[in-house]
């Protein structure tokens, strides 16, 4: 029987403690995120606003079956990055030649999803430009946002977030158990998670409630206080921290009380007082990375003052005091966080103690190394595993959010040069991640800096920042920035950049059609290459080469670049630069009319292109599998390669890839005889790529030679015009329709012999009952959907069925029609029903 909910879809992550309390806040907020699109959590730093979030986040995934998907704001300064971070967590690619804000909204407005944007105080103008674009324009989208101050959506709620309660006592009534009170729950909890044997008495647990009023009722005061319990008791934190909070130092004036607001800097100060002086050390560095290791942590903050053996031990001391948290793991090194109130106290103590300048110095140098080693490793000509070759990009991923804020920071200081050089080390990953208009934006900030006509990273950030705009279409100013580029890295003597720049002008030229300044560019980057054994950069260059010749039509010349290009990046194992190639090939091949050399190399690239995590590719290859299948008159295996790209393309953005999907099921459509809906999709493919400012197909009808005279002919265009009013997202779900009438045609009343493009392929496997059985080779999930196809469900009723949404139910099917090799549903079917009357 299948389960009654499917597994959540979220990228929340994982506290490190346990939730306490806010039982009621918790019940009012899931509430309210029922009837209402927005919800601002906001309240002061240490109120828990994060907490509470993720917990509502947590609790939603049933009311969100197409995911809940968290991003975190901190550093972010405008509505650009805002919208950059979003397409990270939902999975959204870049389109280019596309506006990010676009891409965006247009993936995610057929979803049902829960977006939770954390963080958003600094920003709130952004935030709230960001906010109204993606009510309006999903309208199944729903936010939750935390904030110190109010976000004030059209249609939102503000959720002011209030101090854990406290034990009060009611009229006429007995003293109320203090154990039982929020805030003296939490305190016992992280009390006990530092020592498990901690235990209250009675008398202690009016002291615990005394310091939970002291501390505001606000959370992370509170845990701060209570790790501390163990070590100091009650009685004496009760003594200390009074006589700190009664201190001249303390009080806002003679005779003033501390308010609410101002008590959890106070109690942090308290705690930090309270440390050895290598712990003050070691915390107050600690403010300037954003997520660290121990290896960062001991390569930043060691020194004479901190020796590097001792930073272990105070990290563990500083984590069971409260005062850093563990956010995860990577590569078996345990990562930390200050949380944002602690980062923003000890950011003040480093201040004071001036060694801010000297802290952002070691931790600029150290990333500028591990961006450098990222980017010697992407362009390597060393053979290498993949594995060992993407570590640097991986590493990379997990320090981005201190590579952003130290770009942030160069670009608030002026600083070019140290901005410029992490740029440039960041290109290759920004290209092979699809993940660009993040870095133009930065670029073209830091290259405005006057300090910038002089930086020595200038030559090869003019060619890193055409590399941008070249992947965005921007061919125009990648040209420009490529040609100057070129000349100061000549004159410089820079010859690594002189063949980047010769390769990048290249790959320009073959896009815009200039085959005779193309030639000359890749021939000189070509000898360059071979000169200097930069293997890396030879491949390049016959990829080019290889795009060039195909383009004037000489396939089979093109074929042997190819090839050659593969060799050599095969070679050195590099997973990435064979995947585009692999494309490459694929595309020049289909064009050729070569199908079973362009088959393979799509099959091999989507296959590469899903081991490296490159979805935007992934969709691309699977529309040309399911071209080459139609073009093969394998009509289910089209169907089901064209809908699986379909789906993705729509979901991570890729509108490009989706449109060619859903042109080519139109064609699948059309050879069938379902002209209606096949002119429906047709007509409204080619209205998106109007508005997309795509170029469109030179021939109305994308079918063929079909040229309809007459009465057929108006009937084909009203509805070739009635699809043009539909958006992507509309005419994806006619596709899935016009799927499952064409895999489950209506009975017809007269038997009629089946139509040959309905008859399965020659080129389809048997379907051999002694196969592993389904149990032996899928998934849960996909050992459901099987057998519901067994069954003869649609995608639609078998979404209705496992609570998932037909996109994915297509994708199941798809996922397992690539295991097991088959090429329709009619196979899948067979395999479950002969298996499971063979047990």
């Known amino acids: 029987m299948a389960p009654l909910t499917a597994p959540a879809r979220h990228n929340l992550p994982r506290p490190n403690t346990g939730f306490v309390g806010r039982e009621r806040d918790l019940s009012d907020l899931l509430r309210l995120l029922d009837s209402s699109r927005s919800v601002t959590l906001c309240g002061p ?46 999975g959204v690619v870049e389109e280019p030649g596309q506006a990010l804000a676009a891409t965006v909204a247009e993936a995610m407005g057929h979803r049902r999803l829960l977006l939770v944007l954390d963080g958003c105080g600094h920003i709130e103008e952004a935030v709230d430009e960001v906010g109204r674009a993606l009510l309006a324009s999903c309208p199944q989208v729903s936010l939750l946002l935390t904030s110190e101050a109010p976000v004030r959506l059209p249609g939102g709620t503000v959720w002011r977030v209030p101090p854990m309660a406290l034990p009060v006592a009611a009229r006429k009534a007995p003293p109320p158990d203090p154990a039982r009170a929020e805030a ?38 509170v845990e701060v206080l209570g790790a501390s319990a163990p070590e100091t008791g009650p009685a004496r934190l009760v003594e200390d921290l009074r006589a700190h909070l009664s201190s ?190 993040e870095g133009a934006h930065w670029m073209d900030g830091l290259l405005a800096l006057d300090e910038a006509a002089k930086a020595p990273s200038l030559a090869r950030a003019l060619v890193a920042r055409a590399q941008l705009a070249r992947v965005q279409r921007d061919h125009e100013q990648a040209v420009a920035l490529g040609e100057e580029g070129l000349r100061l890295s000549r004159e410089s003597g820079d010859d690594v950049f002189v063949r980047t720049a010769l390769n990048l002008l290249a790959l320009v030229e073959v896009r815009e059609h200039l085959p005779e300044r193309a030639s000359v560019h890749v021939e000189e980057a070509l000898r360059l290459c071979r000169e200097t054994g930069d293997q890396w950069g030879e491949a390049i260059s016959l990829g080019t080469r290889a795009a060039l010749v195909a383009q004037q039509g000489d396939f089979p010349t093109a074929e042997q670049h190819y090839n050659a290009a593969l060799t050599l990046l095969r070679g050195m194992d590099h997973r990435w630069g064979v995947g585009v190639t692999l494309i490459g090939q694929a595309g020049a091949a289909e064009a050729a009319a070569d199908l079973m050399t362009a088959d393979r190399c799509y099959r091999e690239a989507l296959d ?181 196809v067994s069954r003869g469900r649609t995608n639609p009723q078998i979404a209705e069925e496992l609570f998932i949404s037909p996109s994915t139910a297509a994708r199941h099917v798809a996922n397992i029609n690539r295991k097991t090799g088959f090429r329709s549903r009619a196979q899948i079917a067979e395999w479950v029903r002969g298996h499971s009357a063979g047990g």
Not at 197 to 221: H, N, Q, T, Y
Not at 274 to 281: I, K, N, Q, Y
Not at 675 to 692: F, H, I, Q, S, T
Request: glycine fraction near 8%; charge should be negative; charged fraction near 25%.
């Open 45 to 90: 730093d240490g109120m828990g606003k994060t907490r509470l979030a993720l917990r509502v986040a947590e609790q939603s995934t049933v009311s969100f079956p197409d995911g809940v998907w968290f991003a975190d704001l901190g550093d972010t300064r405008t509505a650009l990055d805002v919208f950059a971070r979003v397409a990270a967590a939902v």
């Open 248 to 437: 001249p130092s303390a009080r806002p004036g003679p005779g003033q009380a501390v308010s609410r607001s101002q008590v959890l800097p106070l109690v942090l100060e308290h705690a930090y007082l309270g440390l050895s002086e290598p712990e003050r050390v070691l915390l107050r560095r600690l403010s300037v990375f954003r997520g660290w290791d121990l290896e960062l942590a001991e390569r930043v903050c060691a020194d004479d003052l901190l020796p590097e053996g001792a930073v272990l031990d105070l990290l563990t001391s500083l984590l069971n005091r409260a005062l850093i948290t563990v956010t995860g793991e990577y590569e078996g090194r345990v990562r930390y966080r200050l949380p944002d109130a602690v980062r923003a106290f000890a950011s003040g103590r480093l201040a004071e103690a001036g060694e801010s300048d000297l802290l952002q110095r070691r931790l600029m140098d150290r990333m500028l190394d591990l961006t450098e080693h990222l980017a010697r490793q992407l362009e390597s000509s060393r053979p290498m595993p993949w594995a060992e070759r993407d570590e640097g990009r991986q590493r990379v991923l997990t320090e981005y959010d201190t590579v952003r804020a130290l770009v942030s920071r160069a670009l608030d200081t002026g600083a070019a040069e140290d901005g410029l050089r992490l740029c440039v080390n960041l290109v290759a990953h920004w290209v092979s991640h699809n993940s660009y208009a």
């Open 608 to 788: 590469t292109q899903r081991m490296i995590g490159a979805t935007g590719e992934e969709a691309r290859c699977l529309a040309g599998i399911g071209r080459v299948a139609q073009a093969q008159g394998h009509t289910g295996q089209a169907y089901d390669y064209l809908s699986e790209g379909l789906v993705l393309g729509l979901d991570t953005g890729q509108r490009w890839a989706a449109l060619r999907s859903l042109t080519s099921i139109a064609r699948v459509a059309f050879g069938q005889g379902l002209r209606e809906p096949a002119c429906r999709l047709a007509g409204a493919a080619v209205a998106v790529r109007e508005r997309l400012g795509m170029p469109a197909r030179p021939l109305l009808w994308p079918f063929g030679d079909v040229e309809p005279e007459g009465a057929e002919r108006e009937r084909l265009l009203q509805w070739w015009r009635e699809g043009a009013d539909l958006c992507l997202a509309q005419a994806a779900r006619e596709a899935e329709r016009l799927i499952d009438e064409a895999r489950n045609p209506a009975p017809r009343r007269r038997r009629r012999a089946p139509e040959p493009e309905q008859e399965p392929s020659a080129a389809e496997p048997e379907v051999s009952h002694g196969a592993p059985a389904p149990e032996a080779c899928l998934t849960r999930r996909e050992l459901e959907v099987a057998q519901l």
């Open 184 to 221: 003296v729950r939490l305190f016992l909890d992280r009390a006990r998670t530092r020592d498990p044997r901690f235990s209250a008495s009675p008398e202690e647990l009016e002291e615990i409630a005394m310091l939970c009023d002291m501390a505001g009722g606000v959370p992370l005061g």
